[in-house]
Every structure is written in C-alpha cells, then in structure tokens.
C-alpha cells in the first residue's frame, strides 16, 4: 500500500514537473520574543533550544526560505544573551545552512536597532525589515515576492506616506496594500508578511472579537491580493480560521494564559500560481509551561508527582481551605519552576465571603477578623511577627478614628 | 618648480613599482562616542556632518581600510537616531565606497550588541571585532596584517585565557600579544588595533603619567612586535608621542578640557616591510567647542561678538563681580550655544570669600548674609521668592537651634 502511495507521489511530483509547476517550499514563524522574562524567570535557555530544535527542522525541511513575521526579541533593548543568541542562530539558518531569511520587526523590536547592519545581510538573502519604507518592492525569492510589512504605528504610516486619512491599523494596512497593488501581478504568487493584530474568517473565539473592537484590528479582507499572508502578533496559531491569512503562533508559550495552545511552526509549499499546502510542525521545548491544580498534599505525595514532568513552568493553583504554612517553598523542594501559585475558593468560601460583613456580629476581635481575612486570601502564614504588626496598626486606627 | 616636483614623485612612485615596494595606505580613526551628550546637548547633528566631511576625506585619499580604534558609540545603548548614523557612514564607506573598515569595540561600547550581524559584515570586508576571543589570527588587506583588541576587562581576559595570572590591563595586553607573538611573522607589516590608556615614549603631559598611573594603563613598549599600533580611548592625537604607537584622537571635541585640542584622522601609508609615513587631516565641526572668558557687557556688545563664531558651543567665564541679573539668558539671545556659565572670582572676591566667616561681626541679618554669599556664587539673581523662601528656612532652622 506504502509503496503504491509511493509511486503514485512520484507520477504526480514528474507530471507537475513535466507542466512545468514550480514548488517553493518556506517556513513561517514569529513571536519568537527573545530575551523574554515571564514571573521573573529568562526564557532565553528555553528558546536557545527550541531554536537548536528550529534549526534541525530547517536542515531537514530544506525550505527556499525562513520567514519571521515579528516580534524576534520580546522588547527594544533586549539582554545583551538574547541579542547573541538571535546573532547566532539566524546565522546558522543563513549562512551555514544557506536559506534565505525574510524578516521584519514586530510592535516589541524597536525598528531602527534591529535594522542596523541590514544592508550588509542582503548579501546572503538575509531580508530585515526594521523600520517600514515608502518603497514597496518585493523580496523575491525562487518566484515568490514576499512584501514586507514591519510594524508600524498608524501615525507612522501617515507621515510616511503623508496621508492624512490614516487614523487606525486599518487605515495604514489598507493604505500600504493599496500601493503595493500598484506594481503587484496578481498572477504571481505573493506573500505578505506583517505582524497586526488580524481579524475575521472564522474566528475561534467569538467573546475575543467583541473585546478587542476597534482601532487596533485589521480585517483579514484587506490580504486578499496576496496568495498567502504571514502573519505575527497573536501568540496562537488558532487565533484566525481564514484559508489564506494565518498565524504560525509563537515559539513558545509565554504566558499561563497560553498554557492550552499548541505551539508549532507552519511548513507552506507553493506553486508558481500561488497555490499552496500547509502543514505544522511542533517544537518540544524542554520545559512546558502548564497549569496544576491540587490539594498540598496530594502535589506533594511522590506517588502523583512521579507521573508529572516537574520541571516544567508552573502555575498551581491549591484547592485547600484554612491556613497552609509556607507552601511556595515547599512546592518548590518538588517542582523547582513554580512560578505562580494561587488559591482557590470553593463554594464553602464563597459563602464565607459573601457573609464577611456579618461576620462582625460574631463579636470576633479585630485582629481576629484579619486573621480569618489574611488565611483566606493567601497562602502564607499568619505568623506571630505579622499579628503584632497588624495589632499596632488595628490599634493606631482605632485610636485615630475615635473608637477606642 | 610644482611641475618638477610632480616629475620627481612620479619617478619614485616608478622606482618603488620596480623594485617592488608595495603601498598601503589606511586611515585610523577612533573615538566617535556617537550618541554622546554633552551638558545636555545630543552632538548627533553635529557628528552626522563631522562624518560626512569624512566620507569625503575617504573618497579622495582612496585608502586601502579604515581602521576604527573603538567607542563608536558612546554608550552600551546608545539613542536610536546614533545607531542609525553609525549604519548609514558604515554603509557608504564600506558598501558605496568599497573601501575595507576594520573595527573594534571600546570600554563604551556593548560589545555584544556592537557585535550582532558582524559575520555578515565580513563579505563585504567589514571586520568589526565586538567581543574578545580568543582567535588571534589577524585580518589581512592588502598584504597588512590587523590584530584586533576590542576593549575588555582584565577579568574577562583572565576568564577567557584562563589565565590566573592576570590582574591588570598591562598583564592582559602583554598575554594576548605574547598569543599574537606565537604566530606572527617580524617580515611582515602588522598593525595592532586597541583600545586602551597607553602610557611611554615621551608623554606630552607628565603630570597626567603621575596621576593615572596604576592598572588602569599600559606601557607603550608592549607593542614593540607591530609596525603600527593604532589606538583610540584618549582623546587628543597628542596624547602619546612615540614613533610607532599613536592615536588618532577623537572625532569631535567632547569635553570643554578638550577646547584646545586638536582633532584629526590619521593617514598612514605603510610598505610591505612595515615601514610607514604618518601624516593628518583635519575635519571642522560646523559647532567648535571652545571656552571664552570676558565681563557680561563687552560680550554682550555687537563689536565684540561681531567677530566671533557666535553659534560655536560655549563655556563662557565671567568676570565681573557681584550680582548680575539672568545672565545666561541674555548670552543665549547672542550665543544659542552656551553650554556652560561659570563667574572667576579675582583676588578681591577671594579676599572677601577668605573673611566670609568674620562677616558676622558686621551685625548682617542672616537673610542678608546669604543674599551675600549667593551672589557672589552664583550667576544668578537673588529674586523675592527665593528671598521669601531662604527667610523660612532661616527662621525654622534657628527656631529649631533654640536660637529665637
């Protein structure tokens, strides 16, 4: 059967030779957010190897290009670490495996530092795109023109194209497509890489577009002229359903709010009419970064943590109720990259909040009360240090408003 | 007699080609600090234009490399409209004008983020050396041999050597020459490009040697084994005088102690035996930087300042004595540029600042003392706020001394 879908591949790959069908074969990813710090931990060992595991799947993809729609490190003056480390695997792709890369700065690089040095890496079919221009002229790369569009604020757009209409994200995309169309064959396969915050086609989640309204979006309608647009910005491949208009989501998951999404880079293989297939491929970063919830004591029982991968980045949420003596540290001698930990109230303590106002008519001291307050909402102790604290301040207040 | 010497040079230039002497010309500058700020004031601007006249300077001299000896910025992030100058002069030197530029980082550069892109650079014979390593193979240009020796800290040459025995920068540079030494050929022109506080030969400024000695410095006999040592981190190309060791100097004026310095590149024509011919060219800031000296009146008074380069930035001295009223307002309507006020007591204000603590017998109030003592230190005016404000420090400190 193998071998049949085998011979079938090669019939097919020799008759799109033979009528002459080109394929260009690119990745596309983004949001790769060097130099990151999430709860006050660097991602930049984490994405060091997840780009090493980037760099085997070039060196196995073979792609005509590497395209990065923004955001390559996470802010404008990034750790000295993270600006290397970009140095060094961008050279790896570039020069050592010998791909074109098609890049541009995102709303998180700061345009005019990235650009520096950008004219010398033409040379090796290194395309950056810091800062946005007036010209609009493709890259072109084995028949495919990429037209780059760097982040830009909408207020940039309209200076440099000096339009004065220009007042949203909308505008500016609307506009800067506008001119490209001038000069672009529609016959051609073209490719936009931009980094927007896109929406439309079917968009997974619904309660999102309500709440991001507004000037910030683009419509996904405006990409129609090109055969395939890259996009970056949104941290989730899903974040758009659009046949042609899509995110390849962000190297790795950045916040516990991405804890669910998959991350993966996108493979596209396009003919010369623009045609396209596209397929994920994932990258296994050494650490995960996902969510546990539990009793104390059960997290700490070897018999549920022998199970767990407890080196991964970890929010956890404790489902105890009462006070729990220092539990951060001791959650830490087990899974050493807790990095949030929260409590979580059952229906029980709800109540007990919702009647916290009556609580007084219980006749309980002040100091009491914050005990009870204090235990509820966090997770450390209440100790003796901290009720005498609080005594003299409940007293200072109490004086001060004349109620003792 | 012009033609005849054009004759003569002429049939030197034959001779040389016959008996195979072969020429390479190169231009060492270093100290561009761009993105400095000087009391206040970006020399951006001023920079841009200092470069564009070098740029001139090397499409006329044709050199075979420009040699530049660090600080190209002026800090470890430097403004962004300084990193895209930088990229810009690069560019036409290197790209437009096709001339080699070798480059290192100073002690005010990043050399991780003056590093970034540097593997691309070389296609184009553009060597710029960032970060220490501990490759000692030089850059070869037409038959000269540059070591490059970005600046690095002691202890980071001790890491890198692992070398224990290295405390100071003279250890460090005499290590790293003594690695260079191993495989460098006497026969050959080698030039040395650094970034240090060089101290021998015979120093312009003895009293400087007695009061930067220590392990800030290194001896100049060090770089015996070179042809040329090309240096940049002091600013006045007269800061060492020695036959084989120099620097060029800053590219601009950067302090007001630097008023009478002289600034110029350097243009050393070397043979393929090492020897050389050194010889400079000035560039001329539209702004000089200088110091001028004179009571308010007379450079208030069009006959003066008719004859001078008004619009140059100042450090003016005053000498008058007493109060004087918003003086530096007034010499900014004639000179925008004043950067800095100073007054110059005479010998009376000494005297009188020499009694300053006998004046209490004069039976002065304490608001008249201080009227006193701040008009004659400063340049401004003792208005009636400050008046009224001075009053109510008086009288609460001397409430709180028990002395009212």
């Not at 010398?120 to 800062?131: D, I, M, N, T, V």
């Not at 609009?136 to 495919?144: A, K, L, S, Y």
């Not at 940039?156 to 994200?169: C, K």
């Amino acid at each position: 059967m193998a071998n049949r879908i085998f011979a079938i591949m090669i019939v097919l790959k020799n008759t799109a030779k033979k009528i002459g069908v080109k394929q260009m074969k690119f990745i596309h990813t983004a949001d790769w957010h060097l130099g990151k710090l999430v709860h006050g931990v660097y991602m930049t060992e984490n994405q060091r190897e997840v780009l090493e595991q980037f760099v085997t799947v070039v060196a196995e993809e073979k792609p005509d290009a590497v395209v990065i729609a923004g955001d390559l490190y996470d802010r404008s003056v990034p750790p000295t670490d993270a600006v290397e480390l970009l140095d060094e695997m961008l050279f790896k792709i570039n020069v050592e495996l010998k791909t074109p890369v098609v890049a541009i700065a995102g709303n998180h690089d700061s345009a005019e530092r990235l650009s520096f040095g950008s004219s010398w890496y033409k040379h090796s079919q290194f395309y950056l795109s810091g800062k946005l221009t007036n010209s609009f002229n493709p890259v072109q790369i084995n028949g495919v023109n990429f037209y780059l569009v760097p982040y830009a604020e909408p207020g940039v757009v309209r200076q440099l194209l000096e339009d004065d209409s220009i007042h949203s994200h909308q505008d500016a995309m609307k506009t800067l497509i506008g001119k490209m169309e001038e000069s672009l064959n529609p016959h051609e396969p073209n490719v936009l890489v931009g980094h927007a915050f896109v929406l439309g086609g079917q968009t997974s989640d619904s309660e999102r577009v309500l709440s991001v309204g507004g000037s910030g979006c683009v419509g996904a309608e405006l990409f129609e002229p090109f055969s395939y647009t890259a996009l970056g910005h949104l941290h989730s491949p899903d974040a758009i359903y659009h046949s042609k208009v899509k995110y390849s989501g962000s190297l790795l998951k950045y916040s516990f709010s991405e804890a669910k999404q998959r991350k993966s880079i996108s493979i596209i293989e396009m003919d010369e009419k623009g045609e396209f297939t596209h397929r994920y491929r994932s990258l296994t970063p050494k650490h995960d970064m996902r969510e546990l919830e539990g009793h104390l004591e059960e997290l700490l029982d070897p018999h549920f943590y022998e199970k767990e991968r407890i080196d991964d980045y970890l929010k956890i949420t404790l489902l105890d109720e009462g006070a729990l003596i220092d539990p951060i540290n001791k959650l830490r001698q087990v899974y050493p990259n807790v990095l949030h930990l929260e409590r979580k109230m059952d229906i029980t303590d709800l109540k007990k909040k919702q009647s916290f106002n009556s609580i007084r008519s219980e006749k309980k001291s002040e100091i009491e009360l914050f005990e009870q307050f204090y235990t509820e909402m966090t997770t450390a102790e209440f100790t003796q240090d901290k009720k005498e604290a609080m005594a003299t301040v409940i007293e200072k207040v109490l004086r001060e408003e004349g109620l003792k």
